[in-house]
């Protein structure tokens, strides 16, 4: 599922945003990546707020209910730490070097939360931090997005 979108036409970065409207379809963290690397590609590293926007207007396409979406940041589960520091342990699955972050206000909690999802709840009351829109929210690995 999901359609492929290249910037530039086939030039790189390509895009493949996938949506599941039924939640019983919904995945984990590990067979989003699984179901990526299958389709040769890598769950998104996000690198500048320009292409955070690009993310966004693909999402909005979709015209998709409630239901947040992976992307390929996540914590070392070896490094536990519950101090400031924490959100400097966070690393781009493809490699990517990229320091940009769009948590949402007092995230990354840390504690369980590894992984990390871009919120995308359009029908929940607004937070503290605005509405629970795109920005990112560190989480359980094994929740189904």
Not at 25 to 37: F, G, I, K, P, T
Not at 53 to 80: M, N, P, Y
Not at 96 to 119: A, H, L, Q
Request: negative net charge; hydrophobic residues 30%.
């Amino acid at each position: 599922a999901g359609q492929r979108v290249c910037r530039g036409g086939t030039q790189q970065p390509c895009y493949k945003i996938v949506y599941f409207h039924d939640a019983w379809r919904r995945v984990s963290y590990e067979e989003a990546d699984s179901a990526c690397r299958a389709d040769r590609g890598q769950l998104l590293s996000v690198e500048t707020a320009a292409e955070q926007s690009l993310i966004e207007k693909f999402i909005q396409s979709l015209l998709a209910s409630d239901g947040d979406f992976w992307i390929g940041l996540r914590r070392k589960k070896e490094e536990v730490d519950n101090s400031t520091e924490c959100q400097n342990l966070y690393s781009w699955s493809d490699g990517s070097t990229s320091k940009f972050r769009n948590w949402y206000v007092d995230e990354p909690s840390c504690g369980s939360e590894i992984c990390v999802v871009m919120y995308h709840q359009p029908s929940a009351p607004a937070g503290v931090g605005g509405p629970y829109m795109f920005q990112w929210n560190d989480d359980r690995c094994n929740m189904k997005n």
